[in-house]
């Protein structure tokens, strides 16, 4: 089997379940999104010291994959039925909740803003927190466009925060503290 079809040369592209649409429609910038963002995290985890913190994001990349699948369905599927996909992790969005609050309990309260950066792992997942809100701005495009995406937008939200506290962990494993913003004088 080739990787090339040459099938999205004119610009259209294919969904899960049939049907074409351009490459510039809701729903493929979305899944572009969602995309990129996978490859922000694993370029992150290249970087981190935290092994429980790359296993938490290896688990995550997996779950984008199946969260990219529900995204690209058609929904001009033949018959009104659905592509059997797999199963999105409902829970996933409470569990990362959990990650959040044992990480935020070995920080110190945040009294500022902080500007991304500190060690090389923290700013890595800063950029993919930057990354993972766009995704989520396509994902609200999307259902505003009437295409429903709520388990998407609860997932992405929830996971955004994930990576906000896991580059503050990430700065203070390495002795590095967050870089906090300071108010321009003059």
Known sequence: MKLYTRTGDAGQTGLL???????????????????????????ALAGLASRQAAERLALIQND???LGSHVAQSD???????????????????EMEAWIDESQAELPPLRAFIVPGGSRGAGELHLTRAVCRRAER??????D?????AFAMRYLNRLSDLLF?????????AGAGDVLWKEPSG
Do not use: M
């Not at 896991?166 to 203070?172: D, H, P, V």
């Open 64 to 66: 984008l994959f199946v």
């Open 145 to 149: 466009a009437g295409a429903g995406a």
């Open 76 to 94: 001009r599927l033949s018959g009104g039925g659905r592509a059997r996909l797999p199963a999105l992790p409902d829970s996933r969005p409470r």
């Open 17 to 43: 379940g049939g049907g074409r649409v351009g490459k510039s429609d809701r729903r493929v910038e979305a899944l572009g999104a969602i995309d990129e963002l996978n490859a922000s995290i694993g370029r």
């Open 165 to 173: 506290v896991l580059a503050r962990r990430e700065n203070q494993a």
């Open 138 to 143: 396509r994902v609200v495009a999307l259902r």
